[in-house]
């Protein structure tokens, strides 16, 4: 048992320092392994099926970031779900959120008496999320959670009550696992930091 920890411990260290082919070239470094990211996730998912036993729940994703962690997340889930996703943009300038979203695809769902679940990738300022939560207690769902891969750490804006949370991050911007910078990174399977000269480059 031991010697499988030492070993599962050794390749996330191997992980956090070889980053170095064509397709993550710009990541200084793994901040969350692949790994770590999955053992949360099935953690998550256990929780979620024990907390979500009764009628079917809906779990909304937040488009774009959040479609690779509700397509690894819901498989966690040994439950009968549906899925549905929203796409928002955020108005303003490209680097701060105005708290005030656009929404670009709206749901295909009626929300009424169902147990949502909301899928983001990143809580930030929280803004967002927000304004999403607003918008979304008014089409009188029956209850309304939040799952987010990441939160940054004390830096929100507004309070909110996320009650599943994957990792507490350091307040630096970061990409990979749906999370992108510019569209890009978006599939890289762990969560880096960018090189700074990746922010100059592009
Ligand atoms: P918030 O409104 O400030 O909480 O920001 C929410 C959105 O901004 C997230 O859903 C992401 O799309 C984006 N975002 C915030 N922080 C990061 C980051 O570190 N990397 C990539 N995208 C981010
Ligand atoms: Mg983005």
Known sequence: M??????????????????????DKDIERVL????????????LGEQITRDYAGPPPLLIGVLKGAFVMMA??????????????????SYGAATKTSGVVRILKDLDHDLEGRDVLLIEDIVDSGLTLNYL???????????????ALLKKTGIQRVHLDV????????????????LDF????????YVGLLRPEAYRDL
């Not at 510019?182 to 890289?188: H, K, M, V, W």
């Open 72 to 89: 690894d997340l819901s498989r966690h889930i040994r439950l009968p779900l549906e899925v549905d996703f929203m796409a928002v943009a």
């Open 182 to 189: 510019s569209e890009n990174f978006r599939n890289l399977p």
């Open 2 to 23: 031991e010697g499988r920890v030492a070993l599962s411990d050794l390749e996330d260290a191997v992980e956090r320092s070889v980053v170095a082919d064509e397709h």
């Open 133 to 147: 939560l607003k918008n979304l207690r008014g089409r009188r769902p029956a209850s309304l959670e939040v799952c």
């Open 32 to 43: 969350i392994s692949e790994r770590e990211i999955q053992d949360k996730l099935k953690e």
């Open 163 to 178: 009650k599943y949370v994957g990792f507490e991050i350091p307040p630096e911007f970061v990409v990979g696992y749906g």
